[in-house]
C-alpha cells in the first residue's frame, strides 16, 4: 500500500501580489523550513538561454520559508536528462497544506549541467518598485544563489534541502 501524495497548487505573485502564474505539483518532501515538489512545465515549447524549456518537462521545486529564493531542477519530458536548475530570487515562500505562493523578485540564476551560469533580468530587478531593505535582501540571495552555483552543491540544495 503506497501513501497518497498530495497535489499542491503554485502560485507566482509580482510585487503587487499579483498572481502571474498558477500550476499544480506533487509534495515529494517537506520539513520545517522548506518543500519539494515535483511539476510539469505547462506552457508551450519555449527557447531559452540555449536550453528549450519543452511542456511537461518535469521540474523539481524546493521552496524555502526561511529563504529569499527558491531553486528549480528541469529534466527532459523524453529522456528525463538533467537541462539545468533555474534558481529565482523570491520572498520567502508562504506555505499551507494547499498551496506554496511568493512574489517574484525577477532576478534569477540559470545554471547549466557543466556548471556555468547567467545572472537574469537585472534590469528588471532595478524598475521594481520595492523598499531598501527587501531590495538588499534580494542581492544577498543572489549572492547566496551564485555560491551555490559555483560550488556545485544546488542538487543537494534541491532533493536534501542542504544548506
Not at 524555502?64 to 515562500?93: M, S
Not at 537574469?120 to 549572492?143: P, V, W, Y
Request: proline content about 4%.
Amino acid at each position: 500500500m503506497t501513501a497518497h501524495t498530495p497535489n499542491i497548487v503554485v502560485i507566482k505573485l509580482n510585487t503587487d501580489r499579483e498572481e502571474t502564474w498558477r500550476y499544480e505539483g506533487r509534495i515529494l518532501s517537506q520539513n520545517d523550513h522548506s518543500v519539494l515538489i515535483e511539476a510539469f512545465f505547462n506552457r508551450p515549447d519555449l527557447p531559452f538561454h540555449g536550453i528549450t524549456l519543452r511542456e511537461n518537462d518535469r521540474f523539481f521545486e524546493r521552496y524555502y520559508t526561511d529563504r529569499w529564493y527558491n531553486i528549480f531542477e528541469i529534466h527532459d519530458r523524453d529522456d528525463d536528462r538533467l537541462k539545468g536548475w533555474y534558481c529565482n530570487v523570491t520572498t520567502p515562500a508562504e506555505i499551507t497544506p494547499e498551496k506554496i505562493s511568493y512574489i517574484d523578485l525577477a532576478l534569477d540564476v540559470l545554471v547549466y549541467p557543466g556548471g556555468e551560469y547567467l545572472v537574469l533580468d537585472q534590469d528588471e530587478f532595478k524598475d521594481l518598485k520595492i523598499g531598501s531593505q527587501m531590495r538588499a535582501k534580494a542581492r544577498q540571495a543572489l549572492d547566496s544563489l551564485i555560491l551555490l552555483a559555483e560550488s556545485g552543491d544546488l542538487n543537494a540544495a534541491v532533493h536534501a534541502g542542504a544548506r
